[in-house]
């Protein structure tokens, strides 16, 4: 069983930047491809960006390009999403989630979810 726990979320203004944490636990971190997802009030999950189990292969959704980034540590077991250049439409809870094999935008293929935190970006 995998553990995950999101930090960092929080009400900020338009243009300003955030850094998301997920601190998977249970299992060899390293052993998982990471990713983050979000979700708005009365909307779908929706896919923002994915990480393979070395760091070597990132995928974004397009509405983030640019100006979020994914990482992660192995060493710390760790994986962030720095977001840059907020805007309104990124409030949403954001989830980190985690799966078994390489990273896919597909929620439904991911094995394990945080609780998730919540980003609010005021204009």
């Known amino acids: 069983q995998v553990q995950l726990v999101e930090s960092g979320g929080g009400l900020v203004q338009a243009g300003s930047s955030l850094r998301l944490s997920c601190a998977p636990s249970g299992r060899t971190f390293s052993n998982y491809a990471m990713a983050w997802f979000r979700q708005a009030p009365g909307k779908e999950r929706e896919f923002v960006t994915a990480i393979s189990r070395t760091g ?63 980003v609010t970006v005021s204009s």
């Not at 077991?77 to 597909?106: F, H, I, W």
């Open 56 to 118: 070597g292969s990132t995928a974004y959704a397009d509405s983030v390009k640019g100006r979020f980034t994914i990482s992660r540590d192995n060493a710390k077991n760790t994986v962030y999403l720095q977001m840059n250049s907020l805007k309104p439409e990124d409030t949403a809870v954001y989830y980190c989630a985690a799966r078994r094999y390489g990273p896919v935008t597909d929620y439904r293929l991911y094995d394990y979810w945080g609780q998730g935190t919540q």
